[in-house]
């Protein structure tokens, strides 16, 4: 539990936090700070559930600086039942602060829904990145959906859904509507950030090396290098992509340096940016605080640089 659940930057727990303040101000309570503080670790439990099974799935070396969890010594797979146990120990937690709680069997339900969106988003993923490349399969439409429901819901809408709850907005509908319409978006941005991450980040600060050429991985990257491409261009990707050798990875790399795939992402973030600070500048203050929706925006905004 202390390797696999420490050791990142916390952001989706102090999310609960953070959004719990917003809302409730002035009137923050010591249990609502207590309880917030306990959900915010149930989001981290469920991160680590996903990270040690998804390291597993992708054979990743490296999680957080350090060995993933299956690649140490005396671990190897039995890390899958240790991914489990993580996942049930969520709900005891649960059980053991919320069962008297008006809202409990709400949270239950967030936990489940999230957990089954997620693992909608991994089976795309895991489909997508056969043995055998075939580029044809990648495009925008199955990129989002992998996004949308392997990142967003659990990363995003869940922190904001969860300090609802806590808050006593279990049914008002209308604002839990305007935080998914205006956080999901948010965390494909994110995740797309993530893929650029995994190729133009510094190790240094990502804690993980990057994967997703040699994985054959349906990333935003080579989709953008798909759209660019010329036929021979077409013909180096289609020959070196989703290879396990340093020698193919730096084939891609150079490819995505010619088609100034960086270039095409600083675009993308612009007008992403862009599009998502209108939306938030249309909430109405008075049924929700805009602010939630901004602090998730800068943090995102400040990550890639």
Known sequence: MDYSILGGKMNRGLSVLDTVKLIKGESMTKDLQDKAIILGWCIEWLQAFFLVADDIMDDSPMRRGKPAWFKNENVGMMAINDSFLIESFIYRILKLNFRSENYYIDLIELFHEVTYQTELGQMVDLITSPTSVNLDLFNLDKHHFIVKYKTS????????????????????KK??????????????????QDDYLDLYGDVK?????????????????????????????????????????????????????????????????????????????????????????????????????
């Open 153 to 172: 819901f659990y990363s995003f809408y869940m922190p904001v859904a969860l300090a609802l709850l806590l808050c006593g907005e279990k049914d008002n």
């Open 175 to 192: 604002i839990f509507d305007i935080s998914r319409d205006i956080l999901v978006p948010m965390g494909v941005y994110f995740q797309v």
């Open 205 to 305: 600060l990502t804690g993980k090396v990057g994967t997703d050429i040699k994985d054959n991985k349906c990333s935003w990257l080579v989709i953008k290098a798909l759209e660019k491409c010329d036929s021979n261009q077409r013909k180096i990707l289609d020959l070196h992509y989703g290879k396990k050798s340093d020698a193919d990875e730096l084939v891609v790399k150079k490819l995505y340096q010619d088609l100034d795939i960086q270039g095409v992402f600083q675009q993308y973030a612009e007008k992403t940016e862009s599009t998502l600070r209108d939306l938030i500048n249309k909430v109405d203050s008075s049924e929700i605080n805009p602010e939630i929706f901004s602090s998730f925006l800068n943090k995102i905004s400040h990550r890639q640089k």
